[in-house]
């Protein structure tokens, strides 16, 4: 993988990190569902320039929003 997959890249594999219901933090959402796509490690060091913010975790984030407003 030569670039962090977009946001919408990450729904699946956040739709299998919570398959079994179980209730997480949403910071142990984030580490299983960066193992299971599988960045590296210079990739989940990536920040936005313009506010810190760690660019996987802003993608997986935004996946897990966007699937918790579709509902069940």
Do not use: H, K
């Amino acid at each position: 993988m030569d670039t962090i997959p977009a946001w919408s890249q990450f729904m699946v594999p956040v739709l299998q990190v919570m398959a079994d219901g179980e209730i997480r933090p949403l910071r142990d959402v984030r580490a299983a569902t960066a193992d299971l796509v599988g960045p590296t490690e210079d990739q989940l060091a990536d920040r936005f320039a313009a506010s810190g913010e760690f660019v996987a975790s802003n993608r997986i984030d935004w996946a897990g929003n966007t699937l918790a407003r579709l509902g069940p």
